[in-house]
């Protein structure tokens, strides 16, 4: 088993990627702390675990939060005794219709800025700011930071998006540099459209579907699984000289 005995920490583990990611970790033999803001839909996440012969222990966090940040690490280090892997997925994007919607910056309310930035960035520097500490007293362990193509191509209209995902790739290049001598490996993931609830809203406009086919070689969204499976890579033993590693995984969009 790839990641037998390690320790994972999963933000963002109620659906989507994360959830992806908490099933395929711990069938890989990791044992997975799910942590998500839905704390019924991370225990869900859990149970399926669970009903698979893994193991796994569901915990609420707002990632914007940095007393939930602390407390979700502790959870780990309390239960288990270590945490080998963090993979920091938990993110926030636009609605057609809820309270965040697509806008240029001249139309970007602050408070969207600021929901934006608190989950999509903070909630990244949070989980670092208490996971790296543990990981440098074991000497060893991977981050993996989930960003979007956004951070690599201009998308307008996902103004703030674009901000807070680029700013996860640069942080993420400057943490590798900073931590790398000290055996903790941090890697970013860049996806194109995946396939999940929070996009659903944004892609029932059939322009915005039509438009990502076209801009996709493959011509069509990732499944949530597709990305899990890089994020699998990247925890594993595998990858152990990857490091500082930008990742897109769209399908081709970027080859553009």
């Known amino acids: 088993m790839r990641l037998e005995d390690r320790v994972a920490v999963i933000t ?74 963090l993979f920091n997925n938990a993110g926030v994007g636009y609605s057609a219709s809820g309270r965040m919607k697509m806008a240029s910056v001249v139309e970007t309310p602050e408070k ?58 640069a942080f993420s290049r400057v943490l590798a540099v900073e931590w790398g001598p000290r055996g903790i490996r941090v890697n970013c993931i860049c996806p194109g459209g995946v396939d999940t609830p929070m996009i659903a809203p944004v892609i029932s406009d059939e322009r915005v579907m039509q438009s990502m086919r076209q801009n996709t070689p493959l011509g069509r969204l990732a499944r949530p699984e597709e990305i899990a499976s890089v994020a699998l890579f990247l925890a594993s033993e595998e990858a152990s000289y990857l490091n500082g590693a930008i990742i897109p995984v769209d399908g081709g969009w970027t080859a553009h």
């Open 12 to 85: 963002g583990a109620a659906s989507g990627q994360g959830r992806a990611a908490a099933k395929l970790f711990a069938s890989e033999g990791a044992k997975v702390v799910a942590a998500d803001i839905d704390e019924g839909g991370a225990q869900r996440t859990v149970e399926e675990i669970k009903e698979a012969g893994g193991e796994a222990t569901a915990v609420k966090v707002d990632v914007s939060r940095e007393p939930d940040v602390r407390a979700m690490v502790e959870s780990a280090t309390d239960r288990y005794g270590r945490l080998d892997v």
């Open 112 to 169: 969207d800025w600021d929901a934006i930035l608190a989950i999509n960035l903070k909630g990244v520097a949070l989980g670092c700011k208490h996971a790296i500490p543990v990981m440098e007293r074991q000497g060893y362990g991977s981050i993996i930071n989930n960003a979007s193509i956004n951070a690599l191509v201009g998308l307008p209209g996902a103004d703030a998006y674009t901000a807070a995902k680029g700013g996860v790739v």
